[in-house]
């Protein structure tokens, strides 16, 4: 079983993010979160054998990286695949995506239904 | 009775026999009647005798009397003189008599018992070589009267004393082969007080000399300046072998001595002047100077003078030139540079040390200013005895006073508090580990200000692995690091440019976009009110951000 986490400090990002996703065809549950330490709690609860992650970076208090980090801490990079969905453009960002095996796809913002297909069909 | 006394008795006893035998013989010699004859005779001849024997007897008192009187004056004159006095008996070897001053000059005592004190005790303790008193008796036995020059004499503390020696054989009413021996100890008398104007300059020479031209020019014009017949060398002297490089020659002396470039090393003959100068540290006449020729490299010029004077030029309680002087016979206390026939100046040790002292003068001058351009000082740390030795340029990074004996303490005054156990630490922690000192840390100044200094150190190790010393250098990097943290700052905050252009200006705007890309799929999901309230708080957010850019740039 597979769990959809969007997870964005912008609740018309994340709106944006879900349409999206709804547009290109997915039917399952989309779990929203707003601040990165709800999703730490909710990822210390997680019984799903598979979690996608719609994750954006730049987030006050917990950004995108530390949850990454937090995943590899709790050894949950098995079960988990991030896809992270982010305004920012800096090279830096996307090389550093890069380094974490988990992170499947990176998406700059605006999001569009065409971006997120290919994840939402594997 | 004395011997001059037995001359008018034997005149007495010869005149009376040949009274008292001349009655007899008379009368066969003369025709005469022999009662005649020997009453005439005998008044007659008692009366010859006896007015001959009282003649002759007043005349031997008096010039007895004369001569006695001339050797008490003669005695108790030099009982009082400057010289130590000595009258010798070569016959017994033994002192008859002498003066306070000889005991003085001798430095023995001489004692009650005259007959234990003579040059044969002398040569017995060793204080003169029994040669020197061989030569003394066969002069004096020769010639009567003869002079010593410069004797080594070594008194009873030890030291090397110079004396100069005068023998002469006296006349004595008592005594037979009695001489008389003047000592004069010239260690003193040499001194530089007693020199002539000339030699005086000589000694001041040291205070002249500035430079290395300036100690070549001196010398060049102490010699061209003196008469025409003058010949002047100046010589450095190799200690190893004794040999003699000529470095300059006064016109003169070139035209004498058959100098050239390939001769211009040689040898000369010692005359005691360079040791005796070295040892008693005080002038050295030689009156004697004999057969010194100039024999190296072909070199065969009779050094034709007589008398030398060599001066030891003294700096820090130490022989560091000789200035010699050869000549023919002259009073060197008298003497007028005008009365010099010839000269030669043995600048010695002196132009060697000045040749590395002006180098190193040179070479630390050089290394202060280079140090002080690049602000950039040297140290070292003595582990054995735990001292600290800094160059000046480190006084002046640290902003100490130059007499402050630098040690760990004052090191620490200059360290922040909260880098002090941490610089010590890394200083000790690469000794130990046999690592290069390699340390960049801030220092404070008295009045606040704030330095930065790199620090590099390397340690010498003994062959057990303990730390010897560490020699290093400290350079006040305090522009360089006000540059980088310069640098740093205005770097931190073009990424923090580039961080709001990336992610907080880049956020709005995505927003916009995706609100209007996805229009057709949310305008049944949203209402226009909320898109335009959401487009409006969008408009507001990128302005602020733009303000926020506008106001680090600015900054």
């Not at chain 1, 990002?13 to 549950?29: C, D, V, Y």
């Not at chain 2, 040790?349 to 290394?367: A, F, G, P, V």
């Amino acid at each position: 079983m597979t769990t959809t986490l969007n997870i964005d400090d912008d609740p018309i990002a994340l709106f944006l993010a879900n349409n999206a996703i709804r547009s290109a065809g997915f039917q399952g549950e989309i779990m929203e979160f707003e601040n990165g330490q709800d999703v730490i709690n909710y990822l210390d609860k997680i019984t799903a054998d598979q979690v996608l992650l719609l994750l954006d970076i730049n987030m006050p208090n917990i950004s995108g990286w530390d949850i990454c980090e937090y995943i590899i801490e709790k050894k949950l990079d098995e079960k988990v695949q991030i896809v992270i969905i982010t305004s920012s453009i800096s090279k830096l960002d996307k090389i550093k995506a890069a380094n974490y095996p988990f992170i499947t796809g990176y998406i700059t913002k605006p999001i569009h239904m065409e971006d997120v297909k290919p994840f939402i069909a594997s | 009775m004395k011997r001059i006394h037995k001359i008018p008795l034997t005149f007495f006893i010869v005149g009376s026999i040949w009274i008292l035998l001349s009655d007899n013989l008379e009368p066969l010699l003369l025709n005469i009647s022999p009662f005649q004859v020997q009453y005439f005779q005998k008044v007659k001849g008692i009366f010859f005798i006896l007015i001959s024997t009282g003649i002759l007897f007043f005349l031997i008192k008096s010039y007895e009397s004369k001569i006695l009187e001339e050797e008490i004056l003669y005695r108790s004159s030099r009982k009082h003189i400057h010289e130590g006095y000595i009258l010798y008996e070569t016959d017994k070897s033994q002192v008859f008599e002498y003066n306070p001053t000889a005991a003085k000059i001798l430095g023995i005592n001489i004692g009650s018992e005259k007959t234990e004190m003579g040059l044969q005790h002398l040569i017995q303790l060793k204080k003169i070589n029994q040669t020197i008193i061989n030569e003394i008796e066969y002069q004096i036995l020769l010639y009567g009267k003869y002079k010593f020059q410069n004797i080594e004499f070594i008194d009873h503390k030890g030291n090397v004393k110079l004396i100069n020696l005068t023998g002469e054989k006296i006349r004595s009413l008592n005594k037979s082969n009695l001489i008389e021996l003047i000592f004069e100890d010239v260690t003193e008398l040499i001194s530089k007080d007693k020199l002539s104007k000339f030699a005086l300059e000589l000694y001041s020479i040291e205070s002249k000399i500035n430079s290395e031209h300036d100690f070549i020019q001196k010398g060049l014009d102490l010699t061209e300046g003196m008469a025409e017949s003058n010949l002047a060398f100046l010589l450095s002297i190799n200690e190893s072998d004794n040999s003699f490089e000529v470095l300059e020659l006064s016109t003169k002396a070139k035209s004498i001595v058959n100098f050239s470039e390939k001769n211009k090393v040689f040898q000369i003959a010692s005359n005691g002047g360079l040791d005796n100068c070295l040892k008693t540290q005080k002038p050295f006449i030689n009156n004697n100077l004999k057969s010194n020729k100039l024999v190296k490299n072909e070199l065969h010029s009779y050094f034709p003078f007589t008398k030398s004077i060599a001066i030891p030029i003294i700096e820090n309680n130490k022989v560091v030139a000789i200035v010699e002087i050869a000549n023919k016979d002259v009073d060197y206390g008298a003497l007028d540079a005008m009365q010099i026939q010839a000269f030669v100046a043995v600048f010695w040790t002196m132009l060697k040390k000045k040749h590395s002292d002006l180098q190193l003068n040179y070479q630390r001058k050089l290394l202060q200013e280079a140090e002080s351009i690049a602000k950039l000082g040297s140290w070292e740390y003595n582990h054995l005895n735990e001292t600290l030795y800094w160059s000046e340029e480190i006084y002046k990074i640290f902003e100490i006073d130059e007499f402050v004996e630098p040690n760990e303490e004052v090191f620490n005054s200059r360290i922040l508090d909260e880098d002090k156990v941490k610089v010590k630490q890394a200083f000790f922690g690469m000794v130990e580990n046999q690592k290069q000192y390699f340390l960049i840390h801030p220092l404070q100044m008295p009045d606040g200000k704030i330095k930065f200094v790199e620090e590099r150190g390397k340690t010498e190790y003994s062959a057990d692995g303990k730390p010897i010393k560490t020699i290093g250098t400290c350079l006040d990097i305090t522009n360089k690091q006000l540059l980088i943290n310069q640098l740093e700052s205005q770097n931190k905050q073009l990424s923090e440019i580039a961080q709001i252009q990336s992610h907080e200006y880049r956020a709005p705007v995505a927003r916009i976009l995706g609100l209007i890309e996805s229009f057709d799929s949310i305008k049944d999901k949203i209402s226009e009110e909320a898109m335009r309230e959401v487009i409006y708080k969008s408009a507001q957010e990128i302005d602020n951000i733009i303000k926020k850019i506008n106001e680090k740039t600015n900054n």
